[in-house]
C-alpha cells in the first residue's frame, strides 16, 4: 500500500514538473492565446448584449460564405441562393470548411466563430515558431506575439467570421518554410528541397490561394525567388501547385457561364487597364491611395526594406533566412499594394500586417545577435522607423477593437433585420438586394443581385460599362422581382433605380461603422405590391431594434 502510494505521489511530482516545464519553456504563448481569448470572449458578450440576445457578425459578407455552404450541404449548390451556381466569394476553401461543419453539426451560426478563432490561435502558434526558430527571447518574443494579436487584428476578425486569420495563419506558415528552405543549407539545385519538406510546401502553396485569392501574390514572390536562384524545376512545380486551386475553380465557374476569377475579385478591382500607361498608371494610382489608406502596412513595407537594403552593410551576408522571408515579404506587399485593396474592416492586408511584423523581429533578431557594430547612424535611424511602425501597428489594433462592437450592431440593425423581415414575409419570392448575405442565409430566396456578386448578368454589365438604369428595369421585369431593398446613393452614378419603384419605407442607423449607407430603403416594384408591402413592413415594425429609425408609408394610416 505504502509503495502504491509512493508510486502515485512521484506520478503527480513528474506531472507537475511537467507543466512547469511547458510553462517556462511556452509561456509566451500561452499566455498571449489567454489574452486572445479573454478579449474575444468579451467582444462577444458585449455584442450579444448590443444586439438584443444576438450573436452577430461585423461584415455582412460572412454571410455570403454561411448562405453558400448551406445551399452547398442542403441543395448540392454553390450559390448564394439555391435555385442558381453563383461566384460570390474569393475564398474557395472557407465555405467548404462551413459546409463540413454544417453537414457534421447542423446548419448553425457560431461555426465561422469557431473556425476563424481556431486560425486566430494558429497564427500565434505559427508566428511563436517562427520566433523560437530565430531564438528570440522570451520577452521579446511575447512583446512581438501581443503585436501581432492587436495589430493583425485577430480579435476583430474572428469577430467578422471569415477566412483572413486563416489566410494570415497559411501565409506565415509558408513563407518561413519556403525561406528556410531557400536558407544557406540549401544549394543551387535546391537540394534542401526534397521529400517531406518539399511536398509540404507544395500543400501550402494550394491551400493558400485556395483560401483567399491574394495568395496568388505569395505564390508570384515565391516562384520570382525560385526563379532568381535558377531553381528551374522547383519553381515551375511551385507556381503550378499554387495556381492549380484557382485553375481548378476557374473552370468551374467557366462551365456554369461565369469568368474565370470569382465576381468578388472582378468588381472589387478592374482588370480592363488598357494601354501600357494605363496600366502603369493605374498600378502607381493604386500604390498610392493604398499607402495612404493602410500607413501600417506602408510602415511595415518601409522597415523591412531597409533592413533588407542596409544588411551588407550591417555586417550579416545576405541569404539569410531572414533575408528569404524580407524579399517574400516586399515583393508580396507590392503587388497587394499595386494590384489589390486595404481596407474593408481591416482585413484585406492582414495576412501582410501578420507576415510584415513577423519578418521585422527575424531581421532584428538576425541583426542582433549577428552584428554588434551597427551603432550611430544608422542604428538611430532604425529605431525610429521601428518607432513609428509601432506607433501606427498600435494605433490600427485600438481603433479595430473599439469599432468591433459597433459593426456588429450596425449589421444587426440594418443586414440582419432585412433577413429576418424577408425570412418572415417572402420567402421563396423574388427580391432584388445589393446586401446579399445575412438576407440569403435566413432565407431561400430568388435573388437579383444589384452589386453582381451573385447575378451573371449584373456582373457582366458593370465589367462592361453597360449598367444603367434601364437594365435593372428590364431584368426586375423579366425575373418577377417583387421587393426591392437597396442604398439608393449607391446607384446614383448610373442615373439611380428605377422611377417606376416605389419607396414604401426606410430604415435609418446613426453611428455607422461598416455598411455602405445610413439608411436602407425598401421598394415595391410595382403599384399592386404596394398594399401587401406596406401590412408587412407595419407588421414587422414593433420587432425592429429601438434605435433604427423608420420612415415611410407604413408609418401612415392605409386610406
Not at 473556425?115 to 512583446?143: D, I, N, T
Not at 506575439?145 to 469577430?159: D, G, S
Not at 555586417?315 to 531572414?322: E, K, M
Not at 450592431?409 to 424577408?422: E, G, K, P, S, V
Request: aromatic share 10%.
Amino acid at each position: 500500500m505504502n509503495t502504491r502510494s509512493a508510486k502515485v505521489r512521484q506520478d503527480l511530482r513528474r506531472n507537475d514538473e511537467a507543466e512547469r516545464g511547458l510553462w517556462k519553456r511556452h509561456w509566451p504563448l500561452l499566455v498571449s492565446v489567454s489574452l486572445y481569448c479573454g478579449v474575444t470572449s468579451l467582444l462577444v458578450v458585449l455584442s450579444i448584449h448590443r444586439n438584443q440576445g444576438h450573436f452577430i457578425y461585423a461584415l455582412d459578407d460572412a454571410y455570403v460564405h454561411m448562405a453558400i455552404a448551406k445551399n452547398l450541404v442542403r441543395h448540392g449548390v454553390w450559390g448564394v441562393t439555391p435555385f442558381e451556381f453563383s461566384s460570390s466569394t474569393s475564398s474557395i476553401l472557407w465555405p467548404l470548411l462551413l459546409a463540413l461543419s454544417y453537414k457534421l453539426f447542423g446548419v448553425n451560426e457560431t461555426a465561422p466563430l469557431i473556425w476563424s478563432a481556431l486560425s486566430a490561435v494558429g497564427v500565434l502558434w505559427v508566428g511563436y515558431w517562427v520566433l523560437s526558430a530565430f531564438r528570440l527571447r522570451k520577452g521579446h518574443a511575447f512583446a512581438i506575439l501581443l503585436l501581432l494579436l492587436l495589430a493583425t487584428p485577430l480579435v476583430p476578425l474572428t469577430l467578422t467570421g471569415m477566412e483572413h486569420t486563416f489566410q494570415a495563419a497559411l501565409t506565415l506558415g509558408l513563407v518561413f518554410c519556403s525561406a528556410k528552405a531557400m536558407g544557406p543549407s540549401a544549394d543551387r539545385q535546391g537540394s534542401a528541397m526534397t521529400g517531406r519538406r518539399w511536398i509540404g510546401l507544395l500543400c501550402l502553396a494550394a491551400a493558400v490561394t485556395a483560401v483567399r485569392y491574394e495568395g496568388l501574390f505569395v505564390i508570384l514572390a515565391i516562384t520570382l525567388i525560385l526563379l532568381a536562384r535558377r531553381q528551374w524545376r522547383h519553381a515551375l512545380l511551385f507556381c503550378v501547385c499554387g495556381i492549380l486551386p484557382v485553375a481548378c475553380f476557374g473552370l468551374i465557374c467557366h462551365g456554369h457561364g461565369w469568368p474565370l476569377l470569382p465576381a468578388p475579385v472582378l468588381v472589387k478591382r478592374s482588370l480592363y487597364f488598357g494601354s501600357p500607361s494605363d496600366f502603369a498608371t493605374n498600378i502607381l494610382a493604386s500604390l498610392v491611395v493604398n499607402c495612404m489608406l493602410g500607413p501600417s502596412l506602408a510602415a511595415l513595407l518601409v522597415l523591412v526594406a531597409w533592413l533588407y537594403s542596409s544588411s551588407s552593410s550591417l555586417g550579416r551576408p545576405h541569404g539569410t533566412r531572414a533575408d528569404a522571408m524580407a524579399a517574400i515579404f516586399i515583393i508580396t506587399a507590392a503587388l497587394h499594394l499595386g494590384l489589390a485593396a486595404v481596407g474593408w474592416f481591416y482585413r484585406y492586408e492582414a495576412y501582410l500586417v501578420a507576415l510584415g511584423i513577423t519578418v521585422a523581429a527575424c531581421q532584428l533578431s538576425e541583426l542582433g545577435s549577428r552584428d554588434r557594430a551597427g551603432r550611430g547612424g544608422p542604428a538611430r535611424v532604425v529605431m525610429i522607423a521601428i518607432a513609428v511602425t509601432i506607433a501606427l501597428l498600435a494605433w490600427r489594433g485600438q481603433e479595430s477593437l473599439r469599432k468591433t462592437v459597433a459593426a456588429t450592431a450596425n449589421i444587426y440593425d440594418q443586414q440582419y433585420q432585412m433577413a429576418l423581415f424577408i425570412h418572415t414575409y417572402y420567402e421563396g419570392s423574388t427580391i432584388a438586394l445589393n446586401d446579399l448575405g445575412a438576407v440569403n442565409y435566413l432565407a431561400d430566396v430568388h435573388c437579383l443581385d444589384l452589386a453582381g456578386l451573385a447575378t451573371r448578368k449584373v456582373l457582366e454589365a458593370r465589367l462592361h460599362e453597360a449598367y444603367t438604369t434601364t437594365e435593372i428595369q428590364q431584368w426586375s421585369e423579366s425575373r418577377g422581382v417583387q421587393v426591392a431593398l437597396a442604398y439608393p446613393p449607391w446607384f446614383n452614378e448610373i442615373g439611380g433605380l428605377p422611377k417606376s419603384w416605389i419607396k414604401v419605407g426606410e430604415w435609418a442607423i446613426s453611428k455607422r461603422t461598416v455598411t455602405v449607407g445610413d439608411s436602407i430603403s425598401i421598394f415595391a416594384t410595382t403599384p399592386e405590391e404596394v398594399p401587401g408591402l406596406v401590412k408587412n413592413l407595419r407588421a414587422f415594425s414593433p420587432q425592429m431594434p429601438p434605435e433604427v429609425r423608420q420612415t415611410g408609408l407604413y408609418e401612415l394610416p392605409m386610406r
